[in-house]
């Protein structure tokens, strides 16, 4: 990859590292002045919705860190792997930087998300503007960085190559689900205490609420999605590699796919559960459609591998 594109990447990697860190000394400076129990989250009206010990002030900061590292190890595998795609050789490098950047550049707009987060804890206020106005860029830069590499990929095909393995996509998928979901277990750990958010008594104690039933259930229940999902993924592995062994190519990517979806989605609805919020309609189509495109796309590859 070209040095410029390093240097940019650890330029804004070091920077994440500097925002974080300097949110989390600036709350420590105003950790007297907080509360024991404290406004440490908020709803959609940008007003705190949880209140609970100003230990879970540092949330933001764990946040931050896991995504800077995630970061970190994305740009170290980008740097020293080949994507995989039957592309020419510039165009593997301008993917590789397209890639690398939109993850660098969503990471700095979430770690400033979190660090007006840090602020407004430190100083027990609403979340500022600035918060919406960040989340809609990061999105917006994730959009146009997939946009530009479907671009790449399409404008620096290598038509006259054979046709690359899917090692790359494969490990990359079987990393992504895997750490995803193990990645839940210590958030869980950390808000374990807090829930259920809106109650500061024993009288829901061992409870959370579960907002699509409308009711305080066991907070063990909160497990059942990584049981799921770790069935599911189990499944898959087993399937894919008994694939892998037979050289069918249509199955591996399949069962790859449906792992990189499902790792995705369970993660998010976890994320969804711990802020006691309702699971989506919307998700949940996305995720059963994503499943049927995947189905599709294996039923119509398989054909033509038949046929050929």
């Known amino acids: 990859m070209h040095k410029t594109i390093k240097l940019i990447h650890r330029i804004l990697i070091f920077l994440c590292i500097a925002v974080t860190a300097g949110g989390l000394v600036y709350y420590l400076t105003k950790w007297n002045s907080l509360p024991e129990l404290a406004g440490i989250h908020f709803g959609s009206d940008r007003n705190f919705d949880v209140y609970a010990s100003r230990v ?43 890639i690398m950047l939109t993850i660098d550049v969503i990471t700095l707009l979430v770690t400033l998300t979190f660090l007006e987060w840090t602020m407004a804890v430190s100083h027990q206020r609403a979340l500022g503007n600035i918060a919406l106005v960040l989340i809609f860029a990061a999105f917006i830069a994730g959009a146009v ?29 079987r990393t992504a689900s895997w750490l995803l979901t193990v990645l839940y277990l ?5 808000c374990w205490e807090r829930l259920p958010s809106g109650d500061v008594t024993d009288q829901y104690h061992g409870l959370a ?40 190519e249509a199955l591996v990517r399949f069962t790859d796919r449906l792992k990189l979806i499902n790792g995705l989605f369970f993660f998010w609805w976890d994320l969804q559960l711990l802020c006691e919020a309702p ?5 949940t189509g996305i995720y059963a459609a994503l499943c049927v495109v ?3 796309l294996y039923l119509v590859k398989r054909h033509k591998a038949q046929k050929g």
Do not use: Q
């Not at 404008?155 to 490990?171: I, L, Y």
């Open 209 to 248: 609420y579960f907002a699509n039933f409308d009711a305080y259930l066991s907070k063990w229940l909160l497990l059942v999605p990584s049981a799921v999902v770790i069935a599911i993924l189990a499944v898959l592995e087993v399937i894919g590699g008994r694939a892998k062994k037979r050289g069918s």
């Open 145 to 173: 960085g997939i946009v530009a590499e479907i671009i790449t990929v399409m404008a620096n095909k290598n038509k006259s190559a054979v046709k690359k393995g899917s090692d790359t996509f494969h490990r990359s998928c």
């Open 279 to 283: 699971l989506g309609i919307i998700s």
């Open 294 to 296: 995947c189905a599709v």
């Open 186 to 190: 210590p958030l869980l750990a950390f």
């Open 56 to 98: 879970y002030g540092f949330y933001p900061h764990l946040i931050s860190s896991i995504t800077i590292g995630i970061t970190a190890f994305a740009g170290w595998l980008i740097g020293r792997k080949g994507t995989g795609l039957n592309i020419t050789e510039k165009g593997e490098r301008l993917f590789k930087a397209e």
